[in-house]
Nanobody, 121 residues
Framework: QVQLVESGGGLVQAGGSLRLSCAAS????????MGWFRQAPGKEREFVAS????????NYADSVKGRFTISRDNAKNTVYLQMNSLNSEDTAVYYC??????????????WGPGTQVTVSS
């Protein structure tokens, strides 16, 4: 059982930056693709970004391309999401996820509890 815990959320002004972190409880997490989803109020959860276990493949939602960067440090069992040029549409709860089968996180095996990101205009 892999436990994921997000951190780094908070309140930021439009145009600002935040870096989210997701720490996995087990070293075995390094063999999972990991990434991020988000859910805004009244909307469905949506894919944001993912990275495969080896760090050789990344995928981004069109809405965050060029602004967000995903990375991972397998020595620390941690994945990061650097978010730049934030706007109000990025306001959401951000969830970390890990998927054994798909580098695009088609059906994650594990989820974190989420961290709130609020962008003020």
């Amino acid at each position: 059982q892999v436990q994921l815990v997000e951190s780094g959320g908070g309140l930021v002004q439009a145009g600002g930056s935040l870096r989210l972190s997701c720490a996995a409880s087990e070293r075995t997490a390094r063999i999972y693709a990991m990434g991020w989803f988000r859910q805004a109020p009244g909307k469905e959860r949506e894919f944001v970004a993912s990275e495969n276990a080896f760090g050789t493949y990344t995928n981004y939602a069109d809405s965050v391309k060029g602004r967000f960067t995903i990375s991972r440090d397998n020595a620390k069992n941690t994945v990061y999401l650097q978010m730049n040029s934030l706007n109000s549409e990025d306001t959401a709860v951000y969830y970390c996820a890990a998927d054994w089968r798909s580098a695009d996180l088609v059906s994650p095996d594990y989820w974190g509890p989420g961290t709130q990101v609020t962008v003020s205009s």
